[in-house]
């Protein structure tokens, strides 16, 4: 397996390539008359590119988190990275950003909410200076999402429980990690009130059907992520272990689906898929197999061992199409590769263990 400085510098060359291209671009957004049949860059000034506004932001994320590895300082590429950044995430183009999540309030809910709040996160913990001002700029940003947050997730009846965008698990964890960061006790309290009502009473989920052919989430692997970070360790204990019985090594979930047509963009979200499920099991596995082995339990320690032998093979076909030459790919896998690769490498101790 690569190791992550193998793509420092080819996926920062894919993210600067992706947020200085305005087309094509796919505006999610409801007009409610002409006024609102203009180009993306005048309602959107810093994210109206990489071909959706989800994708844009966390592929400036990408770039951000690029800059604080250890080959960043001398590359030819970080000038131009920090430059554009500045560029894009002005104080006057975030105030425009928010203003616009605040207008339309349903809009990029929750997916490009946890990324807007990622990009924020990751710009305050960068060493770099100019990185840190940008964070200042971004949390108006950071703000107006986790006040949506707050204004949501007490409407919400049920959790979204699918592999694509509106899953409320996936979004849910990442804006609480954030919230911690900033102490947002509100927001965490919130989002961990939610998660008990959603998921608590919740076992042994079907990961042998929960998959379909442009998923790049798994729902129950997206939930056991959240709860990780909500339940207590006495409640992990007895969670988790349930919650993922049904899932084995030889499990569908843990098998990577080939893309037939690498055009066509939904279908591409499986490259996703598997590195998204790679990384959910480099989190949850060392938790399974911690937990097996106070208990004593064989069956766990070898249940988790089994999970870590697949990621692997879930990486490798989204690791290609990160850096491939169709766009429906690489304008938005790097990110989940990236993430995928800092994980392995913490995890590669568990498997000779």
């Not at 183009?93 to 990324?115: C, I, K, Q, T, V």
């Not at 949501?152 to 990442?174: C, D, I, M, Q, Y």
């Not at 992990?236 to 049904?246: E, T, V, Y």
């Not at 898929?273 to 064989?298: C, H, T, W, Y």
Request: charged share 20%.
């Amino acid at each position: 397996m690569p190791t992550p400085e193998d793509f420092v510098r080819p996926f920062a060359e894919v993210a600067l390539a992706n947020i200085t291209r305005e087309y094509p671009f796919a505006a999610h957004h409801v007009a409610r008359g002409l006024i609102d049949i203009v180009p993306a860059s005048e309602k959107n000034p810093a994210f109206a590119n990489s071909f959706d506004w989800h994708s844009s932001v966390h592929m400036h994320y990408l770039l951000a988190s690029l800059l604080g590895t250890e080959s960043a300082p001398g590359a030819e590429w970080r000038d131009e990275a920090i430059e554009i950044l500045a560029s894009h995430l002005s104080e006057d183009n975030m105030r425009a950003e928010a203003d616009f999540l605040r207008d339309n309030p349903s809009w990029e809910r929750p997916y490009g909410w946890a990324w807007a709040i990622d990009l924020n996160r990751a710009l305050n913990a960068s060493e770099i200076s100019e990185l840190r001002t940008l964070g200042k700029n971004t949390q108006v940003l950071a703000d107006t999402v986790f006040e949506l947050v707050l204004e949501w997730l007490p409407k919400v009846p049920e959790p979204v429980r699918h592999g694509v965008h509106s899953n409320t698990a996936f979004a849910l964890r990442r804006i609480l990690i954030s919230a911690r960061a900033q102490d947002r006790v509100d927001v965490v309290d919130a989002i961990a009130t939610a998660a008990h009502r959603f998921y608590a009473e919740d076992q042994a989920w079907n990961f042998r059907q929960e998959r379909s052919g442009h998923d790049f989430l798994s729902p129950g692997l997206c939930e056991a992520d959240l709860m990780a970070e909500v339940l207590t360790e006495d409640e992990l204990k007895a969670w988790l272990p349930s919650f993922l019985s049904d899932l084995a090594s030889e499990s569908p979930a843990l098998t990577p689906v080939e893309v037939l047509d690498l055009t066509d963009g939904q279908q591409s979200h499986l490259y996703g898929l598997g590195l998204s499920v790679a990384a959910s099991v480099m989190r949850l596995a060392p938790m399974l197999q911690s937990i097996g082995k106070e208990a004593d339990n064989g069956e766990l320690v070898e249940q988790s061992k089994g999970m870590l032998a697949r990621v692997d093979a879930l990486m490798s076909p989204g690791l290609d199409a990160s850096v491939s030459d169709e766009y429906m790919s690489s304008h938005w896998v790097a990110t989940f590769a990236w993430e995928a690769l800092g994980l392995h490498v913490a995890t590669d101790n568990v498997l000779s263990t």
